[in-house]
Nanobody, 129 residues
Framework: QVQLVESGGGLVQAGGSLRLSCAAS????????MGWFRQAPGKDREFVTT????????DFADSVKGRFTISRDNAKNTVYLQMNSLKPEDTAVYYC??????????????????????WGQGTQVTVSS
């Protein structure tokens, strides 16, 4: 059974940094792209980034490009979302997710929540002004 557990959220001042973690289990994640989404109160779930577990391919939303980066610890089956220069508009619950289609289906934009099969429970990020 696939399990995704996010952690690392919290309260930070604008301009600060946070590193979110997503610990994954139950699947060979190298075979699937993964993503981070976020959802603010009263808004739809919003794409943040898609990346290939094995490295190389990444896609970031324009709103976070240049501020957020992805890293991985293969030994721990954990991916990290490093968030720098945080803004109040980054405030949301952040979710990691596993894509439905395997990597041999090809690399392409996966910016819609319906393109993902498994989700974590989310971690709250609050950025104060």
């Amino acid at each position: 059974q696939v399990q995704l557990v996010e952690s690392g959220g919290g309260l930070v001042q604008a301009g600060g940094s946070l590193r979110l973690s997503c610990a994954a289990s139950g699947r060979t994640f190298a075979n699937y792209d993964m993503g981070w989404f976020r959802q603010a109160p009263g808004k739809d779930r919003e794409f943040v980034t898609t990346f290939r577990w094995s490295g190389g391919n990444t896609d970031f939303a324009d709103s976070v490009k240049g501020r957020f980066t992805i890293s991985r610890d293969n030994a721990k089956n954990t991916v990290y979302l490093q968030m720098n220069s945080l803004k109040p508009e980054d405030t949301a619950v952040y979710y990691c997710a596993v894509a439905i289609s395997p990597i041999w289906a090809g690399w392409g934009p996966k910016r819609k929540p319906e393109e993902y099969a498994y989700w974590g429970q989310g971690t709250q990020v609050t950025v104060s002004s």
